[in-house]
């Protein structure tokens, strides 16, 4: 059935696609949802949202979610996004371990697995596709896309690592040699790579209700291993000209030293382990403000969400770092600058929007198409 031609046989109504996909991105952020706050949120009239409902749940993207009573003291239907529309698989590449997910259409994380990463390309890929062809076995799940979180920088096609710098990844099609490496499971799936930074800043601006992104600039920091960071600048997820923005991991902060001297070294996972482990929060947390500052005084932003491994000892980092934030950053009310802390917890952010690259075609109604 092709839901965007009318009666008539004539062209697709874009503007009924486009309709539609809002309310699915609106269910994404805020489900359980009823009609009348879908209304509001996405300025189409009443009468015009209960029609694309009831187009969508006839396609079964969306699902009746119980009630719930209004303001108004009447009782309102309540819809989800529908979790057995479809799933997709999510990796996470990182140093130490790599996870494996399967994530469902109403961003539910389903199973997560782990093994050890590989430093050797060759043996990691092999590895990966063995763990894959497992996974899709044991949780029946047939994806349209397998989409790779890696910490380093990618094409914007999404197919070729530039490079991973804690594994030596340098110039890899890794898309194409995973898919190699799938073929004989009779796997295929398109396999598509995106920075991890970059998914959890889409996790957060498209799934995470507590984020208001109207008119705001908004930082995000992903500590792991090392120290990544994504945008969403001017209403817009922001890339950089080759799809490379966010390297702020490799800002210089110790010239004088002779081992570690930049960022992502000296304030990733590893490291701030070590500092608490020694009850030293303080200390790190010095470090991590460094960095953090030069961020801010670079882009002015209104929000900062911090994500990973820092999330477990937020309440110890968050008022050392706001304090200094306020004393040292040069920007106008620093004190104004919200500084949080990621509604998912370690690793789930970059396995989340991964998997709202693996529904792309879903949430853009592209498969409605004729």
Not at 28 to 35: A, D, G, L, N, T
Not at 150 to 155: A, F, H, L, S
Not at 158 to 187: A, F, H, M, Q, T
Request: hydrophobic fraction near 40%.
């Amino acid at each position: 059935m092709n839901l965007f031609t009318d009666p008539l046989g004539m062209k697709p109504t874009i503007l009924k696609k486009i309709n539609m996909s809002s309310i699915i991105r609106i269910l994404m952020k805020y489900q359980p949802i009823s009609r009348t706050e879908i209304a509001k949120k996405s300025g189409i009239s009443k009468p015009t949202v209960s029609k694309l409902v009831n187009l969508l749940m006839e396609e079964d993207y969306l699902i009746d979610a119980g009630k719930k009573e209004s303001v108004q003291g009447k009782r309102q239907s309540l819809l989800s996004l529908n979790p057995n529309k479809a799933r997709t698989i999510v990796v996470d590449i990182g140093l130490r371990k790599t996870t494996l997910s399967v994530v469902n259409f109403a961003f539910e994380i389903l199973v997560m697995k782990t093994f050890k990463t590989i430093k050797d390309l060759h043996t990691f890929i092999k590895q990966l596709s063995t763990e894959i062809d497992q996974l899709m076995k044991a949780t029946k799940t047939d994806p349209e896309k397998i989409v790779i979180s890696v910490p380093g920088t990618v094409d914007s096609n999404l197919r070729k690592v530039y490079d991973v710098p804690l594994l030596g990844w340098k110039n890899v099609l890794l898309s194409d040699l995973i898919e190699l490496e799938l073929d004989p499971y009779d796997i295929e799936a398109e396999v598509l790579i995106e920075n991890d930074a970059n998914l959890g800043m889409t996790s957060e601006v498209m799934l995470n209700k507590a984020i208001e992104t109207r008119n705001k600039n908004i930082v995000f920091i992903l500590v792991k291993e090392g120290i990544g960071l994504g945008f969403f600048i001017n209403n817009g997820f922001y890339f950089g000209r080759s799809h490379s923005a966010g390297e702020f991991g490799h800002m210089m902060i110790d010239k004088s030293s002779k081992g570690k001297k930049y960022w992502l070294d000296l304030a990733g996972s590893e490291e701030m382990e070590k500092f608490v482990g020694k009850g030293k929060v303080e200390e790190y947390v010095e470090i991590l403000a460094i960095g953090f500052i030069n961020v801010i005084n670079g882009l002015d932003p209104d929000i900062c969400v911090f994500s990973g491994e820092c999330c477990r000892y937020w309440d110890d980092i968050y008022p050392i770092l706001r304090e200094k934030t306020n004393k040292q950053s040069k920007v106008e009310n620093p004190e104004q600058l919200e500084i949080t802390c990621s509604a998912f917890k370690n690793i789930e952010s970059p396995l989340l929007g991964g998997a709202i690259i693996g529904f792309k075609d879903y949430i853009e109604l592209s498969s409605l198409i004729d």
